[in-house]
């Protein structure tokens, strides 16, 4: 079954240091997300991303942050001066878009420690 | 701004007891529901879902939750939990039609002893 893929699985980082955390989200999917969950918290809707071009973004998605789909098959999560409350583990998810209910397929996550 | 509850952090139960988890959302509009389900050491997966028909649901593992849009509430049960079961449970809700952001529950951890 195709499953959404994220690298790394862990990345630990110096405060101020840019990460770039990548998906590959399910081949013929296309709608992308990411999401994130600070330890303890509830998972938290970052950025939505549809036909090269973001959908949506919460008030946490900053000029910090961006997104991109560099070639077919990744999409990118770049933050730009990691802060220690960007800690936390970040999910990529993708949906095909054939109907309002279509599922999200998450991927295992990212652990982000910022030190 | 729309938000989800659940009202169980921790949830600890004996094989074969029954389980059912709270969840209540805020949107008055038409929703679409899911209950996501995270093994230990895995990522999210989907247990089931509602976005129309019938509001008694059916997912995987003998999982089932009921839709009551009166109450606003979208509730999982299952009639005999295992000891595989111990997870946690996410609920969570797309506002119909606005692009599929799902917004979620702080989830329940279910632990089943043996």
């Known amino acids: 079954e195709p499953e959404v893929t994220q690298t790394p699985s862990h990345q630990v980082t110096q405060m101020g240091q840019e990460v770039i955390l990548r998906c590959v989200p399910i081949?013929?999917?296309?709608?992308f997300y990411w999401y994130r969950q600070i330890l303890g918290q509830k998972v938290e809707f970052l950025v939505s991303?549809?036909?090269?071009?973001?959908?949506?973004k919460s008030e946490i998605f900053d000029d910090q942050f961006s997104v991109e789909r560099p070639d077919g098959s990744n999409f990118t999560l770049k933050i730009r001066s990691t802060k220690l409350e960007d800690s936390a583990m970040y999910f990529c998810a993708s949906r095909l878009v054939t109907e309002p209910g279509d599922t999200q397929y998450f991927g295992p996550g990212t652990r982000l420690t910022v030190l | 701004a729309q938000s989800v509850s659940q009202h169980n952090h921790h949830v600890i139960l004996s094989e074969a007891a029954s389980l059912e988890l709270g969840c209540n959302y805020s949107y008055g509009g038409t929703v679409n529901l899911f209950w996501y389900v995270q093994y230990p050491g895995q990522h999210l997966q989907l247990l089931l879902k509602?976005?129309?028909?019938?509001?008694l649901v059916k997912g995987i593992k003998g999982f089932e939750a009921e839709f009551i849009k009166s109450k606003f509430s979208f509730n999982l049960r299952k009639p005999s939990v295992q000891w595989s079961d111990t997870a946690e449970y996410f609920c969570?809700?797309?506002?119909?039609?606005?692009?599929?952001?799902?917004?979620f529950g702080q989830g329940t951890e279910l632990s089943v002893k043996p």
């Open positions: 509602y976005f129309s028909g019938d509001p």
């Open positions: 991303f549809y036909n090269n071009e973001i959908s949506e």
């Open positions: 969570a809700v797309n506002i119909y039609n606005q692009g599929g952001k799902l917004i």
């Open positions: 081949s013929n999917h296309l709608y």
